[in-house]
Structures are given as C-alpha cells and as structure tokens.
C-alpha cells in the first residue's frame, strides 16, 4: 500500500447559496476539480476548508487506483493499514483482504537490542567467535551449485542453458573471465593512500548491524591493521564504491557482466560522469576483518552479484527465492523479529559456500544471503541488473517498499534505469529482433511495471505524478504513456498473443524456442498448450457453453463446367447452379450455435461452414 498527503484545489461556494445542512458560519467548499477527484467521491460532496490543507489519499495493493481515505477508510487510521485494497479488487478476488500492522510495544525502560546469537546458540555477546559459534549450532546443507570455467561463462551459455543464471555459480579460478583485479598484494592502506586518507567511509558495526559515523579511510586503515587481538569491535565496510576513480581503474567486471549490464548497456554513455547522475554500483570494494557477518538481506531491487575473493576468505549462507521463502523473508525484515528471530528457522533451507581467496561467485537475482568472514579479507565486487529474470528483480523491488527500506539502500535511479531499458527492447521489437523466451518474459514483466508507472502519473495525486515525470529521461523518452504501452503490445505480440488484452488467446510461435536445450525424450517444450493439456488457455479456465446446437444438410445438384476450366472462375460463381448434367456437385452444410452467460448478459456465436465437391469421372476436385 502507497499513501500520501498532499493540499487541495478549491473553489469557495458562493455566499448567496449557504449550505442548509450546516451552521451559517461552516467554512464549505464543493470538490469539482478532476485532480481531486477519487473513484469513490461524489461531486458535489461538501467539506470543510480547513480539514482540506493536507489530504491523504491511498493506493490499491492491487490495481493502483488512488482514493481519498476520508471516503474509504470508514474511519479507520491510515497509518495503522498494512495492505489495502479497494471493494471492486476485494469483491473480484476474495483473497484480497485488507490488513494491518501488528501494533508497536512501547515501554518506559530502556532495553537492549536483543541478540537472537544469545537466543539461540548460547554465546556470550562479547565473544569474538559469536557468529562461528552460531552457524555451528544450526543445520545446513553444504552447495552442490556448478562449477565452471571462467571461459564458460558466455551469452551462448545464458541462451542455451534454462538454468543458468538461476543459481549461484563458482568459478575457482578467474582465467577466462575476462575480469580485472589488482594484484592480490594489495592492501588497505595502498587503498587508503589511493582513494584519499581523508575520503568518508561507512562503517558497519557488526553487533548491531547499524551504521557508524565519522569514519575515514584513513581511520579505517589504522583500525584495519590492528592485531584481531587488539581490536575493541568487530567492524566492516561493504558500500565503498569506486567507480571513477584510480582504484577504479584497475577494476572491471567479467566479460559476462558487462554484456548483460543493464547499466552497461542501456544507460547512455554521454550521461555517465561529468556531473552526470547514474547508477554507480558496478565497482564496490569491500573491506572485512576475521569474525564480521554481514545478515540476512536480498541485493537492492533483486540485482544480481559478482563476487571475487582477491585475498582472505568467506562463508555464505543462501536461501533459495521461492514464493515461500520470500515471503518469510517480507515477514522477517524490518519487523520486530528480526532482532531476535535466524531467519534460516523460517524457510525450508539453508546452503552454505565456503569461499577462498582466488574464487569468484556470481549471485543470481533474488537469492537471500547472509556473509560470514573467517579471516581478514578483501573482496570486489558489484552489482547488476538483466533481462534473463526481471519478474523477480521488480518481485523484489516491492518487497523493498513493503518493508519500508529506505531510498538510501535501494537500488538508485531504478526507474529512469527501467525508461532507458523499455525504450531500446521497443526500437529492437519494432526491428523484429528475435529474443530468447527468458528475455520475452523480462520484457513482458518490465512494460507491466512501465505501465503501472503511467497509470501512477495519469490517475496519482499531483506529488506522485511530479515524482514520477522526473523519473522519465526525457532525452530518450518522449512520450512515456505510448511507449509503456505500445511495449507491452510488442512484446505480446512477440509472445504469441493475438491481442493486448486477452492472454487466453496466446500461441507458442516457434521462434519462442529458439536457443532452448533439446528435450531428451523428444517432447514438447513444457510451457507448449499441449504440454500443458489445453489447447488454448493457459492458467485460465473458461466458462462452458450452457448451450449448443448443431444444423447439417447435404444436397446434391448438376452444373454443365468443362474441367478444363480455370479453377478460379469456379470460386467466382460459387452458388450459380445448372440444370445440364455435366459435372456433380455435392454440397454440406454445417452449423453450430454456442451461447453462455456473461456479467452483462449473455455470448452467441453462430459458425457456419459449407463444403462443395466437384465431381468429373470419378475424379473429385474440393474447393
């Protein structure tokens, strides 16, 4: 659920017609601006001016339609909603159902932050082997993901291989990557001196997972260098990104990554640098001492992750992003629980990856994750987003904004990001490019999220419409509502649905399984109509025809036609019958009438279809 508060237009009645259901001196005005207007107002429903300086509205969890809360909150507290939907959306589905927040405990005493490593492995907080101690104490499943060669990791291994991308992949070795790293000597304060002893740094201070101020480079390499032995606090950095500077430049991401680089790819090269905002997380370096962990937490807006290990070591525990786990996981994260709950208590499995140094790992979108550090490491790494799983990438977006993470945490620019990336798949779909079904269903999922985003600007209050217009690039985009959704028309079309609205009517075109793996018992693709047992409707079952009747008739007559004649002439003169007997002719008729209910009324479709057979000498010519 959105909510907002904004002021209201108004236009004062006139002081010869008062108002008759109020006191002579009520301050009224009569909403008839469209701007103000919500599905449930009536247009001339009075109020009071000064009740309307702010007006708070709120937005279906469903089909994002704004309304006033004063006409549909029956005078509920906004800030109590947690999910909201309105009544056509509830009565549709009746699962929708509105919810709200489990209400905050207050007390007068101060309390420590509870310490689920105490809760559940018995280790005292200030011991330095309270994380070690605490994946001892629970059950995990060592990896089985695959091992690859850094040579393997190609666009043809995307294209051809359902799943890759899906899981995490370890490459031991980075020969082949074509990846950039700076010499595994390098260290902290080499950093340090690079950057700047002076650059600002955020420090994590792994007890309580919380940020730290006044943190420098310099400090840090001072703290960095300290005997284990002699350091107060376990601390971490994992957010100095390096784009743009001399570290920077001995820094690239694998070959793989740049290709598929939404970043890379779509935002354009003259509106990076120079004072030009875009989205720098591609070069991160981070920087972890022996006992840090890093909790349970997805990657800004489902992004996925190259990791390389340039000296020391790490322990990852993953949670697979199923329906389920992710929805633990929204239950989970920013909520009172999560001080004292292991998320990995709340989901079906907990994998674990050791990593040493030399390793590199990609993480796929969506994957939830937590990083152990054994011993003192220096890792780089970055962040990208891609066409192969943007359903999931947006899934996750959402859960951001479910659960309240600040815009500081979240991915940055990632709607401007999504205009740039909608309008070169148009240019390439009106080219007739042909794109793999997992890039199809990206696509698909991103004009989804593009139109939501109109729909936002056209029917939204005035502050949610003026944020998202400064979202739009308008150097490429010049007209957002047509590009949004003439997208997904392409892509649907591309998809194999004969219409923008009805995904009843989709077919599975060929080219939809072009750079698919041969199946090995010579099926069809498991997403085909007959795959899946129906012909024609996929995750959808239609209403049956109540009635049905059927009309034959056969005849044959006599025409006087040399067969020498051309064909076409015959197409011509379809019904014009003779009575001299030369040729045969036979005839069958053939009607159905189907009819069945609908919400407004009832459907009748009438098919009729009429056979000829044209008969010299026993030869038959069908027409």
Not at 279 to 293: D, E, I, R
Not at 453 to 479: C, H, N, Y
Request: hydrophobic share 30%; with cysteine; glycine share 6%.
């Amino acid at each position: 659920m959105t909510r907002t508060t904004r002021r209201t237009s108004r236009t004062p009645l006139l002081e010869s017609e008062p108002s008759t259901s109020a006191p002579p001196d009520a301050e009224t005005d009569i909403v008839n601006s469209q701007e103000d207007l919500c599905p449930a107002c009536s247009v001339s429903l009075p109020r009071r001016l000064k009740d309307e300086d702010s007006e708070s509205w709120v937005r279906c969890d469903s089909c994002k339609t704004w309304y006033h809360w004063r006409c549909v909150g029956e005078d509920g507290q906004l800030e109590t909603i947690d999910k909201w939907f309105c009544t056509p959306c509830r009565a549709a589905d009746a699962r929708r159902v509105i919810t709200t927040k489990p209400p905050t405990r207050k007390s007068a005493r101060n309390r420590p932050v509870r310490d689920y490593v105490n809760l559940h492995s018995g280790a005292d907080s200030s011991d330095d082997r309270k994380w070690s101690q605490l994946l001892e104490s629970k059950t995990l499943t060592q990896d089985s993901f695959q091992r690859m060669r850094g040579s393997e990791l190609t666009q043809e291994w995307l294209h051809n291989d359902p799943t890759a991308m899906m899981e995490p992949v370890i490459i031991d070795e980075p020969h082949g990557l074509g990846m950039t790293m700076p010499p595994c000597t390098l260290t902290v304060a080499e950093i340090a001196a690079t950057l700047g002893p002076e650059t600002p740094l955020e420090v994590i201070d792994v007890g309580t997972q919380s940020s730290l101020a006044g943190w420098t480079l310099g400090k840090w390499s001072s703290y960095y260098s300290t005997e284990p032995s002699s350091r107060e606090k376990i601390r971490n950095v994992i957010s100095l990104e390096i784009s743009g500077t001399k570290l920077g430049e001995h820094v690239s991401p694998p070959r793989l990554v740049r290709d598929i680089d939404w970043v890379e790819k779509f935002w354009p090269s003259n509106k990076k640098g120079n004072n030009h905002p875009y989205p720098k997380v591609q070069l991160y370096c981070l920087m972890s001492v022996a006992g840090a962990w890093t909790d349970w937490h997805i990657d800004f807006a489902g992004s996925s992750v190259y990791y390389h290990i340039l000296r020391g070591s790490k322990t990852f525990l993953f949670i697979r992003p199923t329906t389920a786990n992710l929805a633990s996981y929204e239950r989970w994260s920013g909520s009172e629980i999560q001080s004292h709950t292991w998320l990995g208590d709340m989901v079906d499995e907990v994998i674990k990856v050791n990593l040493r140094e030399g390793n590199t790992m990609i993480i796929p979108t969506g994957w939830i994750h937590a990083v152990y550090t054994p011993q003192d490491a220096l890792v780089f790494g970055g962040n990208f987003l891609h066409s192969y799983n943007a359903a999931l990438q947006l899934k996750v977006r959402e859960i951001e904004i479910a659960t309240h993470v600040p815009k500081k945490f979240r991915f940055p620019l990632f709607s401007r990001l999504c205009w740039y990336v909608g309008e070169k798949f148009l240019r390439d779909l009106r080219a007739k490019e042909v794109f793999t079904p997992r890039e199809l269903d990206s696509i698909e999922a991103l004009s989804e999220f593009l139109v939501s985003e109109v729909r936002a600007m056209e029917r939204g209050p005035e502050s949610i419409r003026r944020d998202l217009r400064d979202q739009v690039p308008t150097d490429k985009v010049k007209d957002a509502p047509a590009l949004a959704r003439e997208l997904r028309w392409r892509v649907r079309l591309a998809e194999g649905y004969t219409s923008d609205g009805d995904h009843s009517d989709r077919e599975e075109p060929a080219a939809r399984y072009v750079g698919r793996k041969r199946r090995r018992e010579g099926g069809l693709p498991p997403t085909s109509p007959e795959a899946r047992g129906d012909a024609r409707f996929r995750n959808f079952q239609p209403k049956v025809w109540e009635a049905l009747e059927e009309e034959n008739e056969e005849g044959v007559r006599h025409l006087t036609v040399q067969p020498t004649q051309d064909i076409g002439s015959f197409a011509e003169s379809w019904n014009d019958w003779n009575d001299e007997p030369q040729v045969e002719v036979g005839r069958r008729r053939h009607v159905i009438v189907k009819m069945r209910r609908t919400d407004n009324g009832f459907e009748r479709q009438r098919i009729e279809r009429v056979v000829e057979t044209w008969s010299w000498d026993n030869t038959e010519t069908v027409c």
